[in-house]
């Protein structure tokens, strides 16, 4: 077995573009300056480096380059948006607005919070994976601060209607007192699908560089500063680097490789997804003819690699365990056996019975081919067909 399993975990992580990693290299040796310091060339190199880095990622989603601030990934950009706002907003109320399908890195700052007195709405999502606009107009209230609804979700790739939800912010804050800051966590969705701040009415946006063909440890967080002008408290402080808003040496290397990534994915978006999606859709249209298999989340409305699925009468471990050597792929982890419990987006979709199933996550991407689809395929049917007549025997 020489041979290492075909990585389909895209949404987990991807491997860099080599083209990222060449931009990437000159800042570790020659270039290494700090871009903060501001009298000698090896300070401007870093800084210019950084600076047109910024100028591509806030290009990318139709912000200023102002407005970008650096940060260690997307976990960090959510707690410094979530908790930033809390913080700032308190006097104007402490209510916050999420759904139930957020990543963690979301509902775990929301939940702390709730132990300091904030009131948390979790909002339900439909069957599909996407919620119902009339909840969300249900939830608002006057002390309503925050309203953090993802972009793209990491396990069944469902799209939210992200320009829907910012108007209703926008609407709604022109009723209050105050502004309602419109968060999203953008890890999944930067250069996959368009990403447009102004046209979104979005306030704050996380976003990472290692779902994108970048490294990982770098993302930024999108803060407006105009119309409303966002204030964050922020929650590192130091040096006073990212307009005092996130203090800490900038990570020069990892910026520039960020800032690449977003560019080779802006200019390959459209022809990469569609190619993507053809990848998806063979995949599904040889994995439908498994009896008992059932597609999760909305069948169009998804990122162009993603397919979750989940398989009745097989066992979840069994099943993860027939795959690893051919396929590296993840677990929705609605998993029968009674170690794993199911995963809060799935358990979200309110199909309670699939709960009971074998579920996987495959993430195609960029270096994926038509002719790994069929292996993966292939093996993947084979697996399932053997598990289920080794139940029929037992
Ligand atoms: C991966 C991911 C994160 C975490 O990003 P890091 O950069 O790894 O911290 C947050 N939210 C979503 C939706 C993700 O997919």
Same mark, same amino acid.
């Given at each position: 077995m020489s041979q290492r399993p075909i990585y389909f ?35 401007? +190199? &870093? ?8 100028? !591509? $990622? @806030?290009?990318?989603? *139709? =912000? ?22 809390? +913080? &700032? ?8 607005? !999420? $759904? @139930?399908?957020?990543? *963690? =890195? ?212 069994a099943l993860l365990l027939g795959l690893q050597p051919v396929m590296a792929v ?30 996987v ?11 790994e689809?069929?292996r993966v395929?292939e093996h993947f049917?084979s697996t399932?067909?053997s598990l ?7």
């Amino acid at each position: 077995m020489s041979q290492r399993p075909i990585y389909f975990d895209c949404h987990s992580t991807t491997p860099v573009d080599q083209r990222v990693v060449n931009a990437m290299l000159p800042y570790f040796t020659e270039h290494f300056g700090n871009p903060s310091s501001k009298s000698h060339i090896y300070g401007w +190199e &870093a800084e210019a480096a950084v600076k047109k880095a910024r100028e !591509t $990622i @806030a290009a990318a989603i *139709n =912000a200023t380059p102002e407005e970008i601030i650096f940060t260690s990934g997307a976990t960090e950009a959510n707690n410094l948006a979530i908790k930033g706002v809390a +913080e &700032a907003y308190f006097s104007k109320g402490q209510h916050i607005i !999420t $759904i @139930a399908t957020e990543h *963690n =890195a979301v509902i775990d700052p929301c939940n702390y919070l709730k132990t300091l007195g904030f009131e948390i709405t979790f909002l339900p999502v439909q069957k599909d994976g996407i919620i119902n606009l009339k909840d969300l107009e249900k939830a608002f209230r006057d002390d309503t601060i925050l309203v953090s609804v993802m972009a793209a979700n990491n396990e069944i790739g469902v799209l939210q209607p992200l320009a829907e939800i910012g108007a209703m912010c926008r609407e709604w804050s022109s009723k209050t007192e105050h502004d309602i800051i419109f968060h999203s966590d953008s890890a999944q969705a930067i250069g996959k699908i368009p990403l447009d701040v102004q046209g979104m009415n979005i306030d704050l946006m996380s976003l990472t560089a290692h779902k994108v063909y970048g490294p990982k440890g770098i993302g930024a967080l999108y803060v407006r500063r105009r119309n409303p002008r966002v204030t964050l408290a922020s929650q590192l402080h130091g040096g006073g680097q990212e307009r005092g808003i996130r203090s800490g040496t900038l990570y020069t290397p990892q910026i520039v490789g960020f800032g690449k990534a977003v560019e080779i994915a802006l200019q390959t978006q459209a022809t990469e997804n569609t190619f993507i999606t053809q990848l998806r859709e063979s995949l599904w249209e040889r994995l439908s003819q498994v009896e008992g298999i059932h597609l999760n989340g909305h069948p169009t409305q998804r990122l162009p690699g993603n397919l979750n699925v989940s398989i009745e009468g097989v066992d979840g471990a069994a099943l993860l365990l027939g795959l690893q050597p051919v396929m590296a792929v993840s677990s929705g982890a609605a998993c029968s056996s009674a170690s794993s419990s199911p995963s809060h987006v799935l358990t979200a979709l309110g199909d309670s019975e699939k709960l009971a199933y074998a579920s996987v996550r495959f993430g195609i991407g960029r270096f994926n081919t038509l002719e790994e689809i069929n292996r993966v395929a292939e093996h993947f049917i084979s697996t399932v067909q053997s598990l289920r007549k080794q139940a029929v025997m037992v």
